[in-house]
């Protein structure tokens, strides 16, 4: 049995399965400090027997960096002089995202050129300086970036190892593990990563303590942006790699529910329409850069586009849906629910599309606004799909999450909507199936003759860390190989990408 938790702006979904059966789905309302909401959801499956393993998708971290709170006190270290003098650190950030963090840039000595040619030595005198500074500012968090450190990774793990001497007990974060290639997005995505170590560990903790709390001894795990699992303490190192598990969760659930490896997922929850494709039964993912509250990134990121209508989307004149929403008080300021506010779960109660609250409270609205407004989302949502094709085949679209009531069951120019059984807690299912992933992305030297071993090198290696993650050994299996040649690099050199996803094994997680 393992339980899958999904946590959305507006609901908390849980569901109890067992292999791919749903046993019991609940939802509850999201809570303001989350973690209440989510134990209030796990309480609602009225739990009978064993849980092998528990999977949560949750909002905290992504909550945390819009709303300019609880982020640690940062450092950003960049290795580079005498060059990039001219953008330093924070220099592109929200001024309350940099006063939140209380920003601090420092420009050192290292980094390296685009073909690994090294631009400046490491100079330690100068980092211990730095980090002498970083203790008087009582600074709780470092961020470490180099000039193409993915090509090149020395400067960066000799910078955390002397940084790491001179602030014990100090989180750092190093840009190469987190970003890719591009130096301001990549250092940006090591920032907001750093700045929520100390939350990490807060949100980690207390979400044991909940599970204790309500007798679940399983291991617990949350789901990454690629759809895969990642382990406690990989959460602690890594927070960012939670931010698009909400839209990541539902597409892969969508793809078991359906049956589907290759369609358009609509995710409609009460707040925000998230549009995805599926590849392979993985989403397609951002090949971009990402901009998360504001902040230019490019760490591994799904590609989904994500418009402000949903179930408790403000209805305002002129038939405009969104995007501002009510939010998890949707119970409150609904017609349906004895409020004040005209928002979308009204229009679908009058519409005959659900049956929620009081029906009698919206059987005064006038059918003709109730038609326009249904026909402005749904041509809304058509152009959203539309804009995320990459080809004129056709593109099954599949509709997930409680608010895609709110579609027809035909979109313009996309065909029949499909929605399959337990559609509404699509995002909480995905997190309860999640596999556990390995990644490889680096820059290797191809040799004449050697383009196959280090291919098989390699895919071994995915496989390992997968296995290292704890999937099972022989449900592992290779899912994406890109090969990309970089012919401004000497040497015949080729970027690999390689991803392997397995099954979880309880015995071999906990062995890991």
């Given at each position: 049995m393992r339980i899958g938790i999904d946590v959305g702006g507006t609901n908390t979904d849980a569901v109890l399965m067992d292999g791919d059966r749903v046993v019991a789905a609940v939802k509850r309302n999201t809570s303001k400090d989350v973690t209440s909401g989510i134990v209030s959801a796990i309480a609602g499956l009225e739990l009978q027997g064993p849980v092998h393993a528990v999977m949560i998708g949750t909002t905290h971290f992504i909550n945390a960096l819009v709303e300019a709170d609880r982020l640690a006190p940062t450092a950003a270290v960049r290795l580079g002089l005498p060059a990039t003098t001219a953008l330093p650190p924070?220099?592109?950030?929200?001024?309350p995202l940099v006063e939140a963090v209380s920003g601090r840039g420092y420009l050192c000595h290292g980094g390296h050129e685009f073909d690994g040619r090294t631009i400046s030595e490491l100079d330690q005198d100068e980092l211990r300086r730095t980090a002498e500074d970083i203790r008087a500012r009582g600074?709780?968090?470092?961020?470490?970036?180099?000039?193409?450190?993915?090509?090149?990774?020395?400067?960066?793990?000799?910078?955390?190892?002397?940084?790491?001497?001179?602030?014990?007990?100090?989180?750092?974060s190093l840009s190469h593990e987190i970003g890719r290639i591009g130096l301001l997005e990549r250092e940006n995505a090591t920032i907001v990563n750093a700045a929520l170590r100390e939350l990490a560990d807060d949100i980690v903790d207390g979400l044991g303590q909940a599970m204790a709390g309500l007798g679940i001894a399983a291991p617990l795990y949350l789901s990454q942006n690629d759809g895969t699992l990642m382990d406690l303490e990989f959460a602690r190192r890594y927070p960012v790699a939670t931010f698009a598990s909400g839209p990541t969760n539902s597409m892969r659930g969508a793809a078991v529910l359906s049956g589907l490896g290759t369609c358009a997922v609509v995710d409609i929850g009460g707040t925000t329409s998230d549009v995805g494709v599926l590849n392979a039964g993985f989403p397609r993912e951002a090949?971009?850069?990402?901009?998360?509250?504001?902040?230019?990134?490019?760490?591994?990121?799904p590609d989904v586009l994500s418009i402000g209508i949903g179930g408790g989307s403000r209805v305002h004149p002129g038939h405009r849906v969104g995007p501002d929403s009510v939010?998890?008080?949707?119970?409150?300021?609904?017609?349906?629910?004895?409020?004040?506010?005209?928002?979308?779960?009204?229009?679908?109660?009058?519409?005959g599309r659900a049956d929620i609250g009081d029906p009698s409270l919206v059987s005064h609205l006038d059918?003709?606004?109730?038609?326009?407004?249904?026909?402005?989302?749904?041509?809304?949502?058509?152009?959203?799909?539309?804009?995320?094709?990459?080809?004129?085949?056709p593109l099954p679209v599949v509709a997930v999450g409680g608010g895609s009531i709110l579609l027809p069951d035909e979109l313009a120019g996309c065909g029949e909507v499909r929605r399959p059984e337990h559609y509404a807690v699509a995002n909480a299912i995905g997190a309860a199936i999640a596999q556990v992933g390995g990644e490889v992305d680096r820059i290797y030297t191809v040799a004449p003759g050697r383009r196959e071993k280090i291919l098989d090198e390699a895919r071994q290696e995915a496989v390992d860390r997968a296995i290292a993650g704890g999937a099972r050994p022989r449900s592992v299996d290779i899912v994406e190989l890109d090969e990309i040649p970089l012919p401004y690099l000497p040497g015949d050199a080729i970027r690999i990408k390689v991803k392997a996803v397995g099954e979880l094994s309880v015995e071999e997680a906990a062995h890991a």
């Amino acid at each position: 049995m393992r339980i899958g938790i999904d946590v959305g702006g507006t609901n908390t979904d849980a569901v109890l399965m067992d292999g791919d059966r749903v046993v019991a789905a609940v939802k509850r309302n999201t809570s303001k400090d989350v973690t209440s909401g989510i134990v209030s959801a796990i309480a609602g499956l009225e739990l009978q027997g064993p849980v092998h393993a528990v999977m949560i998708g949750t909002t905290h971290f992504i909550n945390a960096l819009v709303e300019a709170d609880r982020l640690a006190p940062t450092a950003a270290v960049r290795l580079g002089l005498p060059a990039t003098t001219a953008l330093p650190p924070f220099v592109d950030w929200p001024d309350p995202l940099v006063e939140a963090v209380s920003g601090r840039g420092y420009l050192c000595h290292g980094g390296h050129e685009f073909d690994g040619r090294t631009i400046s030595e490491l100079d330690q005198d100068e980092l211990r300086r730095t980090a002498e500074d970083i203790r008087a500012r009582g600074i709780r968090s470092v961020a470490i970036s180099s000039i193409f450190s993915p090509v090149n990774i020395e400067f960066e793990e000799r910078a955390a190892q002397i940084l790491a001497e001179e602030l014990p007990g100090v989180p750092i974060s190093l840009s190469h593990e987190i970003g890719r290639i591009g130096l301001l997005e990549r250092e940006n995505a090591t920032i907001v990563n750093a700045a929520l170590r100390e939350l990490a560990d807060d949100i980690v903790d207390g979400l044991g303590q909940a599970m204790a709390g309500l007798g679940i001894a399983a291991p617990l795990y949350l789901s990454q942006n690629d759809g895969t699992l990642m382990d406690l303490e990989f959460a602690r190192r890594y927070p960012v790699a939670t931010f698009a598990s909400g839209p990541t969760n539902s597409m892969r659930g969508a793809a078991v529910l359906s049956g589907l490896g290759t369609c358009a997922v609509v995710d409609i929850g009460g707040t925000t329409s998230d549009v995805g494709v599926l590849n392979a039964g993985f989403p397609r993912e951002a090949t971009a850069e990402v901009t998360v509250a504001g902040i230019r990134t490019n760490f591994r990121m799904p590609d989904v586009l994500s418009i402000g209508i949903g179930g408790g989307s403000r209805v305002h004149p002129g038939h405009r849906v969104g995007p501002d929403s009510v939010g998890y008080r949707l119970a409150e300021h609904a017609l349906v629910f004895g409020g004040s506010t005209l928002t979308a779960t009204d229009i679908a109660v009058a519409a005959g599309r659900a049956d929620i609250g009081d029906p009698s409270l919206v059987s005064h609205l006038d059918k003709e606004l109730v038609g326009a407004v249904l026909e402005r989302i749904a041509d809304d949502v058509a152009e959203a799909v539309e804009r995320m094709r990459t080809s004129p085949e056709p593109l099954p679209v599949v509709a997930v999450g409680g608010g895609s009531i709110l579609l027809p069951d035909e979109l313009a120019g996309c065909g029949e909507v499909r929605r399959p059984e337990h559609y509404a807690v699509a995002n909480a299912i995905g997190a309860a199936i999640a596999q556990v992933g390995g990644e490889v992305d680096r820059i290797y030297t191809v040799a004449p003759g050697r383009r196959e071993k280090i291919l098989d090198e390699a895919r071994q290696e995915a496989v390992d860390r997968a296995i290292a993650g704890g999937a099972r050994p022989r449900s592992v299996d290779i899912v994406e190989l890109d090969e990309i040649p970089l012919p401004y690099l000497p040497g015949d050199a080729i970027r690999i990408k390689v991803k392997a996803v397995g099954e979880l094994s309880v015995e071999e997680a906990a062995h890991a």
